[in-house]
């Protein structure tokens, strides 16, 4: 046994140098912050519908850290938005590699200059940029930006990747960065899955939580299952560096059934196109109804990613009565600090009992088209929107829709349609469909009207109903009041709300001129900064106009004063 679990180590270490080897350039970058990396986040960790695709380097809770070029490299894409990255910014390298930079706060002065430029020709905030090569230039440890809490960022940090020459993300440590890392993964979670038709554990036709226990050398022994036929397991685990305590994702668990490895994934690298695929993987409804997450060892239909580097069988175990088996699970980080898992099993076929579909009528292939209409409502789920065959509760009352619970993971999105025939025209701009959050609160979902019906795409399935937006959105002024001599302010300050559909856009003007604004959802601030030198006379008149997603808008306007720049 001693010696199946050394060459077993042995395997994964070797390959995990093999891979580190093939043609990928070491030193070539460099840390992109000043000091130590200090994760906040790894690459591949499991998040929310996607695979994380890069480092998040800890700033010191602090904006504004110089942010350096991790290469010599020409500026070939800049991108500013509310959500996601926020303001990132894309260096391509001579090497074919590109580096991402997100959730900053400001840009070196020359990009600054070439943003600010732009945004004030289109007259927006949000913006995306391909400068041509040799426009930007910039090299190794040149300031790039600064640090900050953009887009969709739960607090400051920097978001950095590398990616291929096919925009594929990889992980940064296969380049030589490295964080000082001596801890071993964590376990959370080991559950065991009957996959086959006729399979069970521990008497159930349902997946079932493994009872773990540690041992004196951090190995950790299962207790013993007694299962038939095809079964799968998953397992809940993180990662933690020396210098911060977030719990971050793994790099690699490899499996063996009686000494004979049959599953690996590793976290080197993947496409955007199959990242959503992280559904899949995970057991979605266990995450949505306990939020634990927990990945599977195991490979099933409609699941292509490419981060599975062996599989014999997809990974599933094929459990013979009365016979005994030994299955090993081995979960590492980077840095090659590892844990193992023992688990044993007792081929021992029982009887057992189906699972209650409690009344649930509807079954949706995933290889099918699939159309519901009941009263108002017209649903479409389309070939290829879930992973596997499906029962489904569809239902309608009166303006609500239940389209099942958020359980089952949608890849593609399903059409929903509301008939507005019985409503007048002039009150149809203000209606809208969304979905019901648990407190009963209706979240607007993206509306179209067409054809006399409104009709939204979505990927969570859910209560929806139609609501009605005919409040128009609140702007607050915060540092401004009319008459107010504004010369010793760097910046013009409001805040904007709306209650009910949410902020869709927003516009300026100071006597007559366009001026940019900022716009940051989470403080629901909007910026102006006057070093823009776009208000340049003594008496201002400021006008803002704010849209909701229904169309109601807000006019602010107010007089102010600075002392003039001539």
Known sequence: MIKSILSFTLFIVTSTLLFSQQDIPQDYFVNPLDG???????????????????????????????VYASAAGTVTRIKISHYGYGKAIYVTHPNGYTTVYG??????????????????????????????????????GEILAYSGNTGSSGGPHLHFEIRDANERPMNPFLFGLTAKDTRKPTINELRAYPVGENASINQNASPVSVRL??????????????????????????????????KNGIYAITTAVNGQENFEVT??????????????????????????????????????????TKQVDNGVLNIGDSLSYQYQINVRDYAGNNVIINVPITGKKETITPADRKGIEDYVYSDQGYTYNDGKFEVY????????????????????LTLHEDLVPVHKNIAISYDLSSYNEEDRDKLYLGRIGYKGDVYYSNTRIKDNKLQISTRILGDYTIGKDTDSPIVKAVNITKGKWMSKYRYLKFEITDLTSGIKGYRATVNGKYILLEYDPKTKLLTHDFNDNVVTDTENNLKLIVTDNVGNNTTFETTFFRKSAF
């Open 36 to 66: 130590q990396l200090v994760l906040a986040g790894s690459f591949g960790e499991l998040r929310s519908n996607h695979f994380h695709s890069g480092l998040d380097l800890k700033t010191q809770r602090r904006e504004g850290l110089p």
């Open 381 to 400: 789920i389309p070939k290829g929107a879930l992973y596997e065959d499906t029962f489904l509760n569809l239902r309608t009352e009166g303006d609500k």
């Open 267 to 308: 976290m080197d690298k993947f496409s955007f196109a199959e990242t959503r695929y992280l559904n899949r993987m995970i057991d979605y409804s266990l995450y949505k109804d306990k939020r634990k997450r927990v990945q599977k060892l195991f490979i099933e239909k409609n699941n292509p990613l490419s981060i599975y």
């Open 213 to 246: 226990t540690q041992k004196p050398d951090g190995s950790y022994l299962a207790e013993n299952l007694n299962a038939y036929g095809e079964i799968g397991f998953a397992i809940g685990t993180i990662d933690q560096q020396d210098l911060a305590n977030n």
């Open 103 to 140: 959730h900053l706060q400001k840009f070196c002065d020359e990009i600054e200059e070439f943003v600010k430029n732009a945004q004030y020709k289109k007259e927006s905030f949000e913006i995306e940029l391909f400068p041509k090569k040799g426009e930007l230039e910039i090299g190794q």
